[in-house]
């Protein structure tokens, strides 16, 4: 199919729901020159620009399965849970250790930083770039019966990765949290993810040997997830 189907993408709700990405967007980020802590409002920025793209790519390489979830606002409790205590973390430790969170104080935090952009920059790319090599293939949700349109991809990001899209989710969260100099929310992130898709790769690789059978097999073998302890 190659336009969207209306009924799961409300006019009203997506524009609004755009609209209200950009206007943070736009807040925090103009607003950028007024406060100290600049690196929270990037985090905004950030998340502003993650969940717009999931849509946005969503919508232009993946029309037949685009609908108002795939803004990806609803992503679960752990996730809400996370992104919720990060902001605490954050608000906490800057009114009560000012210096340690704009990373005055010690050496290594500007280091800790820059890898964090590195991290979010590079692990939104790979998302995006995934979802767009990926096209007809990819879907947010889990796919337990195979459509006509579902071929197994190899090429590209997912010659080198086997699952790039979870690759650059995982790492983009994580630059988050270095982004914010946040080491609690670090190894909340790091734990929650971690498990998430531990659990998440094994079951989906189940369904994807159950429709492309030695095939995927093969390419399991022959390709890595590049996620830390996960084959
Ligand atoms: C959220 S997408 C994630 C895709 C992939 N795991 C990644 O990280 O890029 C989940 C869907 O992609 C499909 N999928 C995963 N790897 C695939 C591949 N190499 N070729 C085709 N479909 C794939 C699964 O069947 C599942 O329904």
Redesign the pocket.
């Known amino acids: 199919m190659r336009y969207a189907d209306i009924k799961k993408n409300p006019l009203d709700e997506v524009s609004r729901t755009s609209f209200g990405l950009g206007i943070v967007l736009g807040i925090f980020l103009g607003s950028l020159g007024l406060v100290r802590l600049k690196n929270f409002h990037f985090y905004i920025v950030f998340l502003c620009l993650f969940h717009f793209l999931e849509y946005y790519i969503t919508a232009k390489y993946n029309p037949s399965k685009v609908n108002v979830d795939s803004f990806l606002l609803n992503n679960g409790v752990g996730y809400l849970a996370c992104h919720t205590v990060a902001i605490l973390e954050t608000l906490v430790e800057y009114v009560y250790m000012p210096g340690f969170k704009t990373g005055t104080e010690c050496r290594w935090a500007s280091g800790v930083v820059v890898l964090g952009y590195v991290c979010v920059l590079g692990g939104q790319a790979v998302r995006s770039w995934?979802m767009v090599t990926?096209s007809s293939?990819?879907?947010?949700v889990?796919?337990k019966e195979r459509r006509e349109d579902?071929?197994?991809?190899?090429h590209g990001i997912?010659s080198w990765l086997r699952?790039?899209?979870?690759f650059g989710f995982f790492w983009w969260a994580l630059g988050t949290q270095m982004i914010l100099l946040n080491p609690v929310s670090f190894v909340l992130f790091a734990i929650v993810l971690w498990r998430f898709f531990k659990a998440r790769i094994a079951s989906?690789e189940s369904?994807?040997i159950e429709f492309f059978g030695i095939e995927y097999e093969r390419y399991r073998n022959d390709v890595p997830v590049r996620i830390p302890f996960i084959k």
Do not use: I
């Open positions: 995934a990926a293939s990819f879907s947010h889990l796919a579902h071929v197994l991809v190899k997912y699952h790039p899209s979870y989906e369904y994807l």
